[in-house]
């Protein structure tokens, strides 16, 4: 198959605009964006190469034309109707723009699994990058608009790296960039001013209530790990991409405070000792929270939607993912990055669960197999392994060899790729590109960019790592 759209025009030409009264900066946020460093991507991996590919050759045409009709030309305009469609279409989008921008310039094309015309696909990358600033309440468009509400930061942070993927290729107009730059320096800010992180349970294991912030209600089935997680995403982006913006040292420490409280366990509540850039696990939390609390249980599983969900135990990988950003800026990746994940990777073999099947298994049940062990019922889908082999390749590059891990990351990295390329690669996925069959598979509506974005990030992973871009450090952040 081959890829017939004409090149388009490399220039983004947005309409005019006043300055939202949002900005709080001296200067536009964007002029403190410092571009990645460059490099000669690598990688012997043809598995993630072929997924990216394929699938951006889906989101360029039969998802660009079919479902969300978006113009031949132009910026697309980004609607929705009701407030999960939003997070379905703003989170897509940006997904995929993630996903064409890595296929485009970050070595995720391999021309052997699909013809692309690659200026094309970064040109449509760019597109949705500039139509989803341009929905964001920073630019002041009126109607229908995203920003401040819950899960935007993490919307925020997908669209800022596709943006800073793009920056020197593509998004090449001071418009646009300040339009991104907007987005990024207002979400970072209401973390770092209005929101703090949450808590499952406190020191005597009480069910917490949420902040209120998003929502109401108690967190008896519902860590509020993920959402921490997310919440550090954007602000430690900003502070990477903006290093010299007056309020990055903030956010920097602010989603430290987040991943770190994200990742706590019941274990680690009186933890004094240990230094995590520059503070110890006990106090990172008393001083972000106001008391102890934790969102793992001591056997480092979580809990989600009332079940012990193996969904969300990788969630850890978008925090391990937050190295990506720190590895295209060349600098050390902050410890508390990677702070409690060989526990939380660990036990998806190590805790057992006794029940209903016999013998008991934990969750990775089966070395030879992708499948899962749902303990308490399935919850997204049984085949989102494209998820868990970015998991793996995280844990094996940023971890290696731990006590913890039983069964290697790199047996796990060949087992879940091997099933996501598969999925993708089968007849009867229609049409080219996509990867998921059915709701059983995968109920979540974006999922087809979720699978992308996940196999642009082992693509980013894997030829960074073999770049020698990844390091760490424990500086202090106080």
Known sequence: MTQSNPQLPTVLIPRQRSVATHRTAAAPAYTYVVPPVAFAPAISDVRCRSMVSKSSYYFSTYWWKTKNRYAATGIPTITWTTAFDMEITVREACNAAITMAVCADWGGYLPSAISLNIGDVRNRAARLVVGVARKHVTYGAGGAMWGGNWQSAYWAYSLGLAAWLL??????????????????????????????????????????????????????????????????????????????????????????????????????????????????????????????????????????????NPDYMQSDAMRLGMSLHHSLADEPTPEWVRW???????????????????????????????????????????????????????????????????????????????????????????????????????????????????????????????????????????
């Open 167 to 308: 920056w020197n290729r593509q998004l090449t107009n001071a418009w646009d960039r300040e339009a991104v730059g907007a987005v990024l320096e207002y979400e970072a800010d209401l973390q770092l001013n209005r929101n703090r992180p949450e808590i499952w349970r406190d020191s005597t294991g009480a069910d917490q209530p949420f902040s209120g912030v998003y929502r109401t209600g108690i967190r008896a089935g519902d860590s509020a790990a993920e959402e921490d997680m997310w919440q550090a995403t954007v602000l430690d982006l900003a502070a990477t991409m903006m290093p010299g913006h007056p309020r990055a040292a903030a956010w920097r420490k602010k989603a430290a405070q987040f991943g770190i409280v994200g990742a706590m366990s019941r274990n680690d509540l009186w933890d004094t000792t240990t230094d995590i850039n520059g503070d110890s696990p006990n106090h990172w939390t008393v001083g972000a929270v106001g008391k102890p609390g934790y969102n793992w249980s001591e056997r480092y599983v979580i809990t989600n939607h009332g079940k012990r």
């Open 340 to 478: 409690n994940s060989a526990k939380i990777y660990g036990a998806m073999r190590t805790v057992v669960y006794p029940g209903t099947v016999s013998p008991a298994k934990p969750m990775y049940k089966d070395t030879a197999s992708p499948s899962l062990y749902f303990p308490d019922g399935k919850d997204w889908g049984t085949a989102r392994h494209t998820g868990f082999w970015l998991w793996d390749s995280l844990v094996e590059t940023h971890i290696g060899t731990s006590d913890a891990i039983p069964v290697s990351a790199t047996h796990w990295d060949s087992v879940h790729g091997r099933a996501a390329k598969a999925m993708q690669d089968r007849t009867g996925v229609m049409p080219g590109g996509q990867i998921v069959l059915n709701d059983d598979e995968d109920r979540y509506p974006g999922r087809e960019g979720w699978h992308a974005y996940s196999a642009a990030f082992v693509v980013l992973n894997k030829t960074l790592t073999n770049a020698g871009r990844l390091s760490w450090t424990n500086a202090s952040l106080a």
